[in-house]
């Protein structure tokens, strides 16, 4: 779903917006939920230099469960709700051929092996 707008309907629940061929349709949403937003869903704000230089002085706060108090069911992979089944890299198995001579033979060359190929 790509989003275009949210809002907040009470403390629980969401108003997503999505741009669909026909015009927009508008749903009730309530978390946990994953959402994708379309480009025009925003304006970025862009930092001034001093914004820059003074983000820079600024701490990170970096919380953990201590500061949190989360149960161990509902953290680490334990508590993840999606778990990866399983990863596949998928192998190049392209094979080039290159084709020398003179233009009028690579040509010729070329035209034939497309015609093998069963693709003209």
């Known amino acids: 779903m790509h989003v275009s707008h949210l809002e907040f309907i009470d403390s629980r629940r969401l108003a997503v917006t999505q741009k669909i061929e026909q015009g927009y349709v508008k749903l009730a949403a309530e978390p946990p939920l994953l959402l994708s937003f379309a480009k025009d869903a925003n304006q970025p704000r862009y930092s001034t230099f001093l914004e820059i230089l003074a983000a820079e002085e600024r701490e990170i706060a970096i919380w953990n469960n201590a500061d949190l108090h989360l149960g161990a069911g ?47």
Do not use: C, F, N, Y
């Open 74 to 120: 509902l953290i680490g992979l334990g508590g993840s709700p999606t778990q990866m089944a399983d990863l596949l890299v998928r192998r190049k198995t392209r094979q080039g051929l290159r084709l020398e001579g003179s233009p009028a033979e690579v040509a010729q060359r070329l035209a034939d092996k497309i015609h093998q190929m069963g693709l003209i």
